[in-house]
Nanobody
Framework: QAQVVESGGGLVQPGGSLRLSCVASFGGKTMDWYRQTPGKQRELVAGLTFSGITTYADSVKGRFTISRDNAKATVLLQMDSLKPDDTGVYYC??????????WGQGTQVAVSS
């Protein structure tokens, strides 16, 4: 059974850092991080294809870095200079080579003083 599991969320003060980790039980064509806040649609925060092409939301450019280890089917999201607006539930999304999408259960990130 395909599984996607996130970890690494928590509470941090503004200006602080967190690193999110996502492990899939299968190899993914693309591995992305999405964020959802109350009353808003889930939005793409950062994405990374198997070939290494990255995509970032404008709001996180220069602060967040996505990376992956294809051999371990793992994607990381290093989040620096965190702001209160970064608060939300972060979801790992993995699309396999057949185009089937899988989501993790989400990990909460709270940025507050």
């Amino acid at each position: 059974q395909a599984q996607v599991v996130e970890s690494g969320g928590g509470l941090v003060q503004p200006g602080g850092s967190l690193r999110l980790s996502c492990v899939a039980s299968f190899g993914g064509k693309t591995m992305d991080w999405y964020r959802q806040t109350p009353g808003k649609q889930r939005e793409l925060v950062a994405g990374l294809t198997f070939s290494g092409i990255t995509t970032y939301a404008d709001s996180v450019k220069g602060r967040f870095t996505i990376s992956r280890d294809n051999a371990k089917a793992t994607v990381l999201l290093q989040m620096d200079s965190l702001k209160p607006d970064d608060t939300g539930v972060y979801y790992c999304h993995v699309r396999n080579v057949l185009g089937i999408d899988y989501w993790g259960q989400g990990t909460q990130v709270a940025v507050s003083s």
